[in-house]
């Protein structure tokens, strides 16, 4: 089955998954620590529970959720700004059972529980010295067997802290959880008031949404790219979640909780496009550090929201996974791969923030940056590679690769005559998009000797490889169209190492979307579009592959190129409109 109804909620340094009124993920301190709650992978894992059926659920503002009980109750969730703190704010007109089942080490270890004092609890590690704090602060409590009743309006206050140094519970610092609820929710209640589009956006005929819910659903979409980006560093984790399967019951199971430089690419051009190019950046500024000028520029696919190199990938096997899908992994082998499209993403995510800012006192002080790449990409854009979707023991000339290293070179140059600078690289790239052409007469391929296409090469157009009416590229969306789209989504490829691909993949759908944009298709472009807002059943949030039969997502969730894709597609679809 496809993943349930979830809300997610962040606060730029971790998130939660809530299904219905339980936190069923978390983790702290950050995106790549162990969970506290594992609920949505064990049934056995820890949770946080409320009763109560719910009346209705949405975002008060992005990463900020209000649920209404049937019976008047009210329960706003966030995670605190600046502090590794979950904060259940709760009006119970009637009383609730609350039931906290924390556990640590991926659900290994269970957390020893001591009371401190009236209705504040200590949860331990008992393997090394971190703990949680929790507060029940409300006008009526009562202890049961299993949890606490509360009755009238309080806080639950849930703190991550690393050892006895720290606490709240017997510091003589004033405590006020009020303050800190109210100056999050105005933090990103402000945040959002500083970017753009939405008035666009609502001038949009979307099949199925009213115009308030698209501007909903843009909002939460640039939101919630707003909330994965990890503050402290300013890298951006492709999805929150490990091991959300692509197909339930099977292993293609992963560990998202990393900056990628191809995905964190794109949700810099999305908040760039959104009017956030403050935060869009601030990810290019983490990517940029990442370069290397020993070899490869970006040596590593991905990186840890740190900077470091991520974990080495290893198995949990104490954990059954979401729907018996096993194994659960934690770390990303992908990190080993070479894949040679990333420097490209990037080179694009810089350009479009020169574009929509003029700030070319920026790109000349990573002029150093800039140039080391395209040197790199002319001196080896002969070799093959993994590809954009990451096949294990695979490698090949792919022709996205290659198009992305051409983007590269392309762009370096646009930004070297921004700056009145020669462009040394137009030799290798005019020889680099020759060599591709020369491959790919007729139509587009996946690789050269192969005669299948992929959803990559829709890509094509969208970095201005090829206009959108090249017959070439049109003979390639008709074999899409004809072999990779099911229900109206699109598949990104027919099989890879692990078998056939069995879902669409959401991402794939909405490069289509803008295809379809660029071709004056609008009708279908927005099918698409409502589509995957359907599958979202009023969350607004997307997941990597959509399931169109029984609507809904599988795989990790949120995931951040995808939504990213939302935002650009309806940013397009906008603009398209408002010039007929």
């Known amino acids: 089955m496809p993943l349930p109804k979830m809300f997610c909620i962040n606060n730029e340094f971790t998130g939660a998954l809530i299904r219905g009124t339980e936190i069923v993920w978390l983790t702290f301190p ?4 162990s969970p506290i709650f594992t609920r949505i992978l064990d049934d056995r894992g820890g949770s946080l529970y409320v009763s109560g059926e719910i009346s209705s659920q949405g975002y008060l503002v992005p990463n900020v959720l209000r649920t209404t009980l049937k019976d008047g109750s009210e329960i706003v969730d966030l995670l605190l700004r600046g502090e590794h703190s979950l904060v259940r704010k709760i009006n119970a007109v009637s009383p609730l059972e609350i039931k906290v089942n924390p556990s640590f080490d991926y659900g290994r270890v269970r957390a020893r529980v001591y009371k401190l004092d009236n209705w504040v609890y200590k949860m331990t ?29 309080g806080y639950l206050f849930l703190a991550h802290f690393s050892d006895e140094r720290f606490g709240v519970h017997g510091r003589s610092m004033r405590f006020n959880v009020d303050s800190g609820v109210e100056r ?26 009213s115009r308030e819910e698209l501007a909903e659903a843009y909002d939460t979409s640039v939101g919630i790219l ?17 091991s959300l ?43 940029s550090r990442m370069v290397s000028f020993t070899t490869k520029p970006f040596l590593y696919p991905l990186y840890s ?39 490209g993403f990037f080179m694009d995510a810089m350009y479009k923030y020169y574009v929509a800012t003029g700030d070319v006192s920026y790109v000349k002080d990573h002029l150093d940056v800039i140039e080391y790449i395209a040197d790199w990409v002319s001196e080896n854009w002969k070799l093959e590679d993994v590809g954009i979707w990451e096949e294990r023991g695979v490698q090949a000339h792919y022709t996205h690769s290659k198009v992305m290293m051409w983007v590269a070179l392309e762009r370096t140059g646009r930004l070297m005559k921004a700056m009145d600078r020669e462009n040394r690289w137009k030799e290798a790239r005019n020889e680099l998009k020759d060599w591709i052409l020369e491959n790919n007469k007729d139509k587009f391929r996946k690789k050269p000797g192969s005669d299948e296409t992929d959803a990559a090469l829709l890509t094509l157009p969208l970095y201005d490889f090829v206009d959108v009416n090249d017959q070439a590229f049109l003979n390639t969306l008709k074999d899409i169209e004809t072999n990779l789209i099911v229900e109206g989504q699109v598949k990104r490829y027919r099989k890879d190492f692990l078998g056939e691909a069995r879902y669409p993949f959401t991402l794939a759908s909405l490069w289509l979307a803008r295809i379809y944009v660029r071709l004056n298709r609008l009708t279908e472009a927005k099918r698409i579009i409502s589509d995957i807002m359907e599958a979202s059943q009023g969350t607004y949030l997307v997941g990597e592959h959509i399931d169109p ?32």
């Open 226 to 242: 707003l909330g994965l980006l990890y503050n402290p560093t300013g890298a951006v984790v492709a999805a929150p979640t490990t």
């Open 305 to 343: 929201v740190d900077g470091s190199v991520p974990p080495k990938e290893r198995e949990i096997p104490w954990l059954s996974g979401f729907m018996n899908s096993r194994p659960v992994r934690v770390g990303n082998a992908a990190a080993a791969q070479l894949q040679l499209d990333l420097e």
């Open 125 to 153: 590690n008992p393997e090394n010295s971190e703990f949680l704090e929790l507060h029940l602060i409300f006008p009526e409590v009562r202890e049961t067997e299993n949890g606490w009743v509360v009755k009238g309006y």
């Open 30 to 33: 950050r995106y790549d620590s």
């Open 549 to 580: 039969e029984r609507k809904g997502f599988t795989g990790n969730f949120p995931q951040a190129f995808a939504q990213a894709n939302v935002i650009l597609a309806l940013n397009e679809i906008a603009q398209a409109e408002a010039h007929d």
């Open 184 to 209: 999050t929710i105005n933090y990103w209640r402000n945040l959002m008031k500083r970017g753009k589009s939405r008035g666009k956006i609502m001038k949009v005929d979307l099949p199925g949404l």
């Open 245 to 287: 399967p692509e197909v339930e019951g099977g292993s293609r199971n992963w560990d998202y909780r990393f900056a990628w430089v191809r995905d964190s690419s794109i949700v810099a051009e999305a908040l760039i496009s959104s009017g956030h190019t403050l935060e869009g950046r601030r990810i290019i500024e983490f990517l």
